[in-house]
């Protein structure tokens, strides 16, 4: 099994602000900043592994992207591991996504999907902000490398930073299903489960 990062190796967190996000692109950071551990990352259900992008070349856009394809063996081994059947490359940046404006809004919409969103960085960076168990955002820094997984019905949400661009593989178990269910969904049978599984209390056996 390729082993997920160390700690030291994970990309930066810190809780936002309460209140709304007027600056999305923005660090957001508390005043001062209240950063989150790794062991807080892994409780909510993050995965995360570090892996060269520089090292190997992908296309700026590829839809889909073959992911037998796969020349880094870090990635196929993750692929095989995993069951990573569809990839996709895209570059979200002013140039090379149309309607870029209203896609980065729509990103930022706060929403779970109804399977795990697993994003590899290849290039530039973005925020990846996750609600943590006390329903505070939690806001992530990716940057080229990362290859983060979010779990099935996690609230959660994801931006460019000040640097507009970002050249990401996103990955699929199965036929692609992108469909955001915005908040709330509560009712889903996706969130039930991530509160099951993730945010209940363990109930241990007496
Ligand atoms: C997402 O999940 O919001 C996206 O796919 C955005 C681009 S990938 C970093
Ligand atoms: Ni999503």
Redesign the pocket.
Known sequence: MLEQAPDTEWPEAWLMPDGECSDQKGLNQREPNVAVTVEELKDLGICYWKLDATAYEYPALAVPWNPSDAVDPKLSQLRDERGYSYADI?T?HPDTLPEYDTKVKA?FEEHIHDAE?I?Y?LGGS?FFDVRNKSDQWVRIH?KAGDLMTLPEGIYH??TVDENDR?H?M?LFIGQPV?TPFNRPCEEHESRVKYIREYLEEKKVDA
């Open positions: 895209i979200v990103f969103e994003r960085i973005g990716v949400r994801f970002i990401a996103r992108w």
